[in-house]
């Protein structure tokens, strides 16, 4: 199984799009519980597989922060609640995976009510991000994401990324769909 | 709080959609910090982009996009409070063809800014009627004193 390690601070220069710095402090708030510096995580890809994994699904995933974000990042829990600190973060991981490992992977945001859509409009794809310090949870929410990115206004076939920062072991489950062509060929 | 350098070769309307994203996501982040003056500001700023942005993707006859940025402006006016201006935006999002669960989640959000407005009216009406009493009051006042 092959293994990347990238630093969690790649993703603000990779997502000029999107303001990414606090995601990257509460992604290594996350991480610092369980590790020290790099956090591994196992990711599964479903449905595609990135170029650089030569058709493998499977990958795991180091990632490293500096000094200055993990002291940034112990402040964070005096301020934030734990649910937007794991949001946060699973952005940040997803971030880092599209910056890294999909060739037009550039993220851009936009609001519908009180939450955040994310696009990949080079790819022209909808996309889906979730997490959980919760193990048990994590394939039930993968579902529902489905569900939700396949539901997108724009009728783009999407990523779902889903991220489980567990003490136990870290996991990322990562998968492509496409909308189902109807008969009369539309999508 | 500074932002990367766009590549010069981008569109004008790229641009403008990756600053309204930027914006987006700086208020977000804004308001994880607490920072909540900046935050209305940011959100005020992402806002008439995301005007921008969907009036020139209806330009570019690319109408479901516009309509989807139409509505991410309207979520920032209606954090705002200008609740008027928002169900603006989100009655010509449903002009586009977007798909029936989406147009039921605009439906409803334009349900609950009106909401919001028939509150902020019936304010401002008491307001108007305290101030129009007033003078009568102190007329009043001035007459048995």
Redesign the interface.
Known sequence: MRTFEWAIEDI??AH????????AV?AVALMSQQSASPCEFAVECEGFSPPALNGETTFRLQVSWSEQTALKAQRVWQ??QPK?IVE?ASVALTALLFAKLISDGQM???????H??YWL?QARCALEVSGTENPRVLRRRHREKIAQVL?N???WNGYVVVSCFSARKGVILWSYHEQEVKENGSS | ?G????KPSESALDKM??????L???A??LA???RKEEVLGELQRAAKC?EQVACWLDAAKRE??A???R??AA??Y??LGEYARAVTLLRAALSAP??D??QR?VEQ?ITRCLAQAHKELRRASSRTRCKSVEPDLSGQAAATS
């Open positions: 603000v220069a000029p799009n999107l303001y990414l710095e606090h995601c509460m301020t934030e937007s946060r851009r945001v936009t609001r519908e009510g009180d955040a859509d409009p539901s206004p724009l009728g | 709080m932002r990367p350098k766009v959609l990756g600053e309204a994203s930027w987006l996501s700086h977000e982040a994880d910090y607490g995301e479901k996009e309509g989807v940025h509505v991410s979520s920032c209606e954090q977007l798909p669960d989406y989640g959000q």
